[in-house]
């Protein structure tokens, strides 16, 4: 599948526009180059998917309301879906983002998966954006470098590498 740069176009609630994947696959990687300033930062926006953030350089400020992480180089960060959230650099950053419906980990709003652990990780107050760690770092990059490269079973690979992310939130 195609890595794209991320572009921003949110309604008057701030809620992005864009989908990320598709109905069959609904996942999309991005890969942007940041820079200081107003045009420069990620603006403050809400969408239904999941979104995971690791930093490859640089440095970047997550924001959610009353929450703000710093990001350096080879962080990694999760946001909960109808999350308002946005960025901010100093200088430059480099960073990779995945985006995903749930549906994609859970496999349907009526199996185990989505009644045990991705509703009520997703309907958690107290996750709104968090930090993570080296082993769901490592999962991201797995599921990233599947996206980006594609090939038979490439979705296997993404799903799996982002099921153990989201039980590590889960278990948190």
Not at 71 to 95: E, I, M
Request: charged share 25%; net charge negative.
């Amino acid at each position: 599948m195609e890595i794209k740069a991320c572009v921003f176009d949110v309604d008057h609630a701030r809620r992005e526009l864009q989908d990320h994947g598709t109905p069959e696959f609904p996942c999309a990687g991005y890969e942007t180059l940041y820079t200081a300033g107003p045009d420069g930062d990620i603006r403050w926006h809400w969408h239904e998917d999941l979104e995971l953030w690791h930093v490859l350089e640089g440095q970047i400020e997550l924001r959610a309301p009353g929450r703000v992480l710093t990001l350096r180089a080879g962080d990694c960060a999760a946001v909960n879906r109808n999350v308002l959230h946005a960025g901010d650099t100093k200088s430059r950053c480099r960073l990779r983002s995945l985006a995903f419906n749930a549906t994609l980990v859970s496999g349907g709003a009526d199996t185990v998966f989505a009644r045990r652990y991705l509703r009520p990780l997703t309907a958690c107050a107290a996750f709104d954006a968090c930090t993570l760690g080296a082993e769901e770092r490592q999962a991201f990059e797995e599921a990233f470098s599947a996206l980006s490269t594609g090939g038979e079973g490439f979705a296997f690979t993404v799903r799996e590498a982002l099921s153990r992310v989201c039980l590590a939130l889960f278990e948190r």
